[in-house]
């Protein structure tokens, strides 16, 4: 029961549920940008000349060719393409995208597994005799989700949603509005989750990352830019279910 919580408290698990939907949006979005990088810098270029040294092996051992001079060069194209090959994967190496991708999808799915523990903790009846603690141990979780991740978050993935942050701080504070603490979490929940569909969505993502924050915050939303009571009920809104 919320009554029975105070005012930390209560601020405590939005800024909580706040900051758990933004990290999980942008690690889901960060997976989603190595994912892509992985699959057509590494995985596909590797596949194709691959599979064009096979085509060509067999053409020269079959015997299908047979101008020396012919065979002479495509035996040069295999030896060229396989040194291609090494060089993609010592680049593929370097960057790592694949074990990047990996990691941020491991991070995402920690992070949309807590916020279910945090619903059904923070619903359960005896929440309010327990609320530091388990605050306390929700957020330890947290941050040890996000430092689990050794790779950060993409700049211009990252920009959006610190760029969300400053423009809607700064609308709260101009409209000078109560329970500043409260409101700015809900209202920066509902619009961080549409700035990580709009990201998503976009037609260049994930080579292309949308500027989106703005609009997001001047254009026509659902979120009222005054103080309206909250809808506790919704703290931690990610079911085990859900899916990204």
């Avoid at 758990?20 to 000349?49: G, K, N």
């Avoid at 500043?180 to 929940?189: D, Q, R, V």
Wanted: aromatic share 8%.
């Amino acid at each position: 029961d919320f009554e029975q919580l105070n005012i930390e408290d209560v601020e405590a698990i939005h800024h909580l549920r706040t900051h758990a939907e933004l990290q999980f949006s942008a690690h889901s979005l960060a997976s989603r940008y190595y994912r892509a990088r992985y699959l057509w810098f590494t995985v596909l270029p590797l596949l194709l000349i691959t599979l064009g040294c096979a085509i060509l092996l067999v053409l020269t051992q079959a015997k299908v060719i047979a101008d020396p001079m012919t065979v002479s060069h495509m035996h040069g194209a295999v030896i060229g393409a396989l040194v291609i090959c090494i060089v993609i994967q010592l680049l593929g190496t370097y960057n790592q995208y694949g074990t990047r991708a990996a990691m941020h999808s491991h991070a995402a799915s920690q992070l949309r597994k807590l916020q279910a523990s945090m619903r059904r903790r923070v619903l359960s009846p005896d929440f309010h005799e327990t609320a530091s603690r388990d605050i306390l141990k929700y957020d330890g979780k947290i941050q040890a989700t996000m430092k689990s991740c050794a790779s950060p978050v993409p700049g211009p993935i990252s920009s959006q949603f610190d760029l969300l942050a400053g423009q809607v701080a700064l609308k709260v504070k101009l409209n000078h509005i109560e329970d500043t603490p409260l409101i700015y979490n809900k209202i920066m929940l509902g619009k961080a989750r549409e700035v990580s569909l709009r990201i998503g969505g976009s037609f260049l993502f994930p080579w292309v990352i949308a500027n989106v924050a703005e609009s997001v915050v001047k254009g026509g939303s659902e979120m009222p830019w005054e103080s309206k009571e909250i809808e506790y009920s919704t703290v931690g809104d990610h079911n085990d279910d859900d899916t990204w």
